[in-house]
């Protein structure tokens, strides 16, 4: 059970110590080679976005399955700016791997020629934001599909539990029963030097809390779905205030799952997340 004395004791309930974090390593690389091989194969597809998430995935998959089956894609405007695009072509380069670039702005552009009512401002945004998520799914199963591979997922289980992923937008996904705390360290442990691959966007942006550490999101989180703690006790537990408990808890049990859900290490056989969990007495 995790103390209730902070954020750094309740993020020590995560996986931190190398020999957690090598398990972490030795299942993830299993289970990518197990299922390469179970689907027959020929290798996998990783969209490089020059942030940590999806540098974590390519090194793993190269530890998996060699070089020569692991192919990147860099996608410019896809990418938050251009220092992403010359760090996805580093990670790329420094792993050994061949990659392809291919720019989306032009898909943009028929977007914007629709001329859909209500594409203005902040609409449109989110809009166009949502266009290029499915654009740069569409690319990485093109190079799948011609290429006869599987397509890895870069989002976490931190991002799937709030909804902030979708699980059908690739074959596996090797992070998914890693928090984003877990995903950090992890780097770190792999030796992907500090500051070369900024974390994704914090997917709690949008959510009214006021400002949240990972650490915290995470340790909230895991008390919730992994221990099934009821709100009160998990802010007790964590000394969190109970509003950030219940934002969190609401937004998870909000979520949207399609499917089953998505294919990580843990879901390749079962489905934890399907059972029932306690927090769900509250928002019924």
Known sequence: MMSPSGDADAANALAADPTALDRLVAGITRFVADRTAAADAEGVVVVL????????????????LG??????????????SQADAMAAELVAEGLGIEYAQAQLLPFVHCFHELSVPGSEGARDVRATASALDRLRAACAWYAADVMDRLVLGTADRTAFLLGTADGGEADLWPLGDCYRTEVVRLADHLGIPAGVCEPADDPLASLPVGEVAPETVDAVLSALVEADLAIDATAEELGVGEAVVRALAARHVRRGRAGHGPVTPASATTHPDDRFHELELHFE
């Open 67 to 80: 070089p020569d089956r692991v192919f990147g894609l860099v996608l410019p405007a896809y990418m938050r």
């Open 49 to 64: 976005s020059g942030r940590l998430h999806s540098t974590v995935v390519a090194m793993l998959a190269v530890e998996a």
